[in-house]
């Protein structure tokens, strides 16, 4: 393996940790691993009292460090979360 991959991989480390590192966004990973395909509002509703700004904050934040795949059916986005990824890790989550 060279250099530059093995640089890639930490940073790509690095933002998963910072993601999860949120009490919220870990949440967001332990629901997705039992309910794939979520919209925005589903996973608000699942975890209460959180503002759909700051959920979409979250959901950002996930998605951007590879955590969460996303598609779009009609005005919803709805999110999966990328096992692979988390079991290498976080497999904590997977528990």
């Given at each position: 393996m060279r250099?530059?991959?093995d640089?890639?991989k930490l940073?790509?480390a690095?933002k998963?940790y910072?993601?999860l590192?949120e009490?919220t966004?870990l949440?967001?990973?332990g629901?997705l691993?039992?309910?794939?395909n979520l919209?925005?509002?589903?996973?608000?509703?699942r975890?209460?009292?959180i503002?759909g700004?700051?959920l979409?904050?979250?959901?950002?934040?996930?998605?951007?460090?590879g955590?969460?795949?996303?598609?779009?059916?009609g005005?919803?986005?709805?999110?999966?979360?990328?096992?692979e990824?988390i079991?290498?890790?976080a497999p904590?989550v997977?528990a």
């Amino acid at each position: 393996m060279r250099k530059g991959e093995d640089n890639s991989k930490l940073q790509q480390a690095i933002k998963i940790y910072k993601a999860l590192g949120e009490p919220t966004r870990l949440k967001i990973a332990g629901l997705l691993v039992n309910e794939a395909n979520l919209c925005c509002s589903d996973v608000g509703i699942r975890l209460e009292s959180i503002a759909g700004s700051t959920l979409s904050h979250h959901l950002k934040q996930l998605t951007d460090c590879g955590l969460l795949s996303t598609y779009k059916e009609g005005i919803y986005i709805y999110y999966s979360l990328d096992r692979e990824l988390i079991r290498k890790y976080a497999p904590y989550v997977m528990a």
